[in-house]
C-alpha cells in the first residue's frame, strides 16, 4: 500500500513509518495539516491515516476541505481525543475509521488495510497476479515461477508487484520513484537499476524466457517479448 501519514509527533510518526517499511509498505509522512492536505491533493494514495491536533491546520479542517473536493480516499483519524464526542465529530467530517491513542500497530494496519480492500472492493487481498509462468500472491506474499519459489526482499516485492500491475506497459524510473520510495531521487542516482538487476537475477533464472525488460530511454516492461 501506499499511504499518507499526517502526524506532528515525532516518536509516533517514525514507530507507524518504521512499521510499514518493513512489511513493504511505503508511507509519505507530513508535519503540518496544511501540508497534509497538499499532499493528499497531489498525490494518489490508498489510504490517509489523520492526526486530530496539528500545526497549521487541525485534522477536522484537513478532511473537511479534502472532502469538498470530492475525494474519496479512505481517512483514518488516529488522535489522542478518543471521547465518544469526538470520534463522532470525525466520523462526521468524513472519516471511514477513527482509532484512539494510545494503539496497536497491528490493529492500526489491520483497519487501513481494511480500508484500501473495501475501496478495490476487497479484490486488492484476494488477487494473485500472474503473468506467464510468474505468480505473486499478494496476501501471503509469495512469489513463484512455475514450480519455483523465489524469496523477495521488501522493496524487490514492491517492485514486481508494481511491474506486474503494470504488466505489458512501460514503466519509467519516475514512476517506480515515485510508488516505492515516495518522492523522487537525484535523476542520477542508480537504485532503480540496482534494485531491477537483482529482481531480475530472481525472476529470469538461467534457461528461463526473460520477464523483465530493458526498454532503453523509457524504463522497463513485464512481459514476453
Known amino acids: 500500500m501506499k499511504l499518507l501519514l499526517i502526524e506532528d509527533d515525532p516518536s509516533t510518526a517514525s514507530f507507524i513509518v518504521q512499521g510499514l517499511a518493513e512489511l513493504g509498505h511505503s508511507c509519505d509522512h507530513v508535519v503540518g495539516g496544511l ?14 491515516i489523520l492526526d486530530r491536533n496539528l500545526p497549521q491546520m487541525d485534522g477536522l479542517t484537513v478532511l473537511t ?15 489522542a481525543l478518543g471521547q465518544v464526542d469526538d470520534r463522532v465529530a470525525g466520523l462526521n467530517a468524513g472519516a471511514d475509521d477513527y482509532l484512539p491513542k494510545p494503539f496497536s500497530f497491528h490493529e492500526l494496519l489491520a483497519r487501513i488495510t481494511a480500508l484500501s480492500r473495501r475501496r478495490s472492493g476487497g479484490k486488492e487481498a484476494e488477487t494473485v497476479l500472474t503473468t506467464a509462468d510468474l505468480s505473486l500472491d499478494r496476501m501471503s506474499r509469495a512469489a513463484t515461477r512455475g514450480e519455483r519459489r523465489i524469496e523477495l526482499l521488501p522493496k524487490e516485492y514492491q517492485l514486481l508487484d508494481y511491474l506486474m500491475r503494470h504488466a505489458g506497459q512501460v514503466v519509467t524510473r519516475t514512476m517506480l520513484l515515485e510508488a516505492i520510495w515516495d518522492y523522487s531521487f537525484n535523476p542520477g542516482t542508480n537504485v532503480i537499476d540496482v534494485h531491477i538487476s537483482r529482481l531480475r537475477g530472481k525472476i529470469d533464472a538461467e534457461g528461463e524466457t526473460p520477464l523483465i525488460h530493458t526498454v532503453r530511454g523509457a524504463g522497463y516492461r513485464l512481459g514476453g517479448n
Open 65 to 79: 476541505a479534502f472532502r469538498a473536493e470530492d475525494r474519496d480516499t479512505p481517512v483514518l483519524f488516529l488522535s
Open 35 to 48: 501540508d497534509g492536505l497538499t499532499a493528499a491533493m497531489t498525490h494518489e494514495y490508498d489510504a490517509i
